[in-house]
């Protein structure tokens, strides 16, 4: 059974940082993209970053580019999301998800995890 699972998400103040990690279980992902969502309570999901299967492009929401680091280590079947300067409108659930191809829609991505929590205080 694939698994994606999130971690890192909670609590912190705005201008602080978080680190989320997603591990991936039941099969490899070094061939996919793999992509962060996050979404707001009665807001769509919305596309944050994503990185291609060697690392070497990565794409971001205009929202986040210059605050948030996208990578990933295929040896760990694990990819990560670096999260500085949050602001307290960025409280919502993040999602990190894998891509067999290459893109920042939604139905792009086949496999999700179940989200972590991430609260900015203001």
């Known amino acids: 059974q694939v698994q994606l699972v999130e971690s890192g998400g909670g609590l912190v103040q705005a201008g602080g940082s978080l680190r989320l990690s997603c591990a991936a279980s039941?099969?490899?992902?070094?061939?996919?993209?793999m992509g962060w969502f996050r979404q707001a309570p009665g807001k769509e999901r919305e596309f944050i970053a994503a990185?291609?299967?060697?690392?070497?492009?990565?794409y971001y929401a205009d929202s986040v580019k210059g605050r948030f680091t996208i990578s990933r280590d295929n040896a760990k079947n694990t990819w990560y999301l670096q999260m500085n300067s949050l602001k307290p409108e960025e409280t919502c659930v993040y999602y990190c998800?894998?891509?067999?191809?290459?893109?920042?829609?939604?139905?792009?991505?086949?496999?999700w995890g179940q989200g972590t929590q991430v609260t900015v205080s203001s």
């Open positions: 998800a894998a891509s067999p191809g290459w893109g920042t829609k939604i139905y792009e991505y086949n496999y």
């Open positions: 039941g099969r490899t992902f070094s061939s996919y993209c």
């Open positions: 990185i291609n299967w060697s690392g070497g492009r990565t």
